[in-house]
């Protein structure tokens, strides 16, 4: 399996469960209907568990932008890499999203609430203010990038790229990242940040699984769907982004 197509997959099982856990606890006539936010948060702890077990052998399970991004920048990755797995990862979040609409496609259906609707695809903040919900971001994403960069297993060999040619599928043997050991204590990590950091902005931590699920609440003809709230669409993007960075400079100060 290519390195491209491996972040897809784990992407797209990530946002599948993830998504798919909030559609289970928020929309009319399901099961899960009002669940609640520990259903939430180890729905998608889980989620991250089947993603980064399923591809981490094949690309060390990113699943995430912000991860992507750290870890180029501590030069786990060639930044000729970084546009591939960052298309792969949204590409992966927006039919991950699309699957879980068509799974409760019958509770979109049924449900009037457009702010519920919207919450199955992308966060949103319990108090609206563009500096708190930033820091929150950057937080909780600090948090998440810092763990796994002492969870994850292995450096690069830089010497096995030499002389590779400089296309995404020459790294799939060689994915940098985390592996399929360490799917449970990732998991555990998420679940960590979603109870205890996950409350003023539904905890995002993924520019990809905020940005995927939000394009494709704007393209698909969710019935009585409101807008995809893109004035907040920035701040689960450029915080993670921030967090990310912030956790590679420590990271690389403390080694």
């Keep these: 399996m290519s390195t491209f197509l491996a972040e897809l997959i784990g992407t797209a099982l990530l946002i599948l469960l993830g998504d798919g856990v909030v559609a289970n606890c928020v929309l009319n006539k399901s099961k899960g209907q ?18 980064v077990f399923a591809v981490g052998a094949y690309s060390g399970a990113h699943l995430n932008s912000a991860v992507t991004l750290a870890l180029a ?28 609409w068509v799974a409760y496609k019958q509770q ?3 449900t ?3 702010d519920g609707k919207l919450a199955v695809f992308c966060t949103a903040p319990a108090v ?37 040619p400089g296309g995404f599928e020459s790294l799939s043997s060689i994915p940098v990242g985390l592996g399929a050991v360490d799917a449970l204590p990732v998991a555990l990590l998420v679940l960590a940040i979603g109870l205890s950091l996950g409350g003023p902005t539904g905890y995002a931590i993924n520019p990809a699984r905020d940005l995927g699920p939000r394009i494709a609440h704007f393209i698909l003809p969710i019935k009585g769907k409101r807008d995809s709230d893109w004035g907040y ?14 956790a590679a400079a420590l990271h690389m100060a403390l080694k």
Excluded at 34 to 51: E, H, L, P, R, S
Excluded at 140 to 154: C, D, E, M, R, S
Excluded at 233 to 246: E, N, R, Y
């Design 108 to 110: 979109f259906d049924a």
């Design 233 to 246: 669409a920035w701040i689960p993007v450029v915080g993670p982004v921030i967090g990310a960075l912030l």
């Design 34 to 51: 009002n669940g609640g936010w520990i259903v939430i948060t180890m729905g998608w702890a889980m989620a991250v568990f089947v993603g």
């Design 73 to 100: 920048v501590t030069g786990g990755i060639e930044w000729a890499q970084v546009p591939a797995y960052l298309v792969a990862q949204l590409m992966g979040a927006i039919l991950g999203a699309c699957l879980v």
């Design 128 to 164: 609206r203010g563009t500096v708190p919900n930033l820091l929150t971001e950057i937080i909780g994403t600090f948090v998440l990038i810092f763990g796994v960069f002492y969870i994850a297993k292995g450096e690069v060999n830089l010497a096995k790229l030499e002389g590779l």
């Design 112 to 114: 009037d609430d457009p």
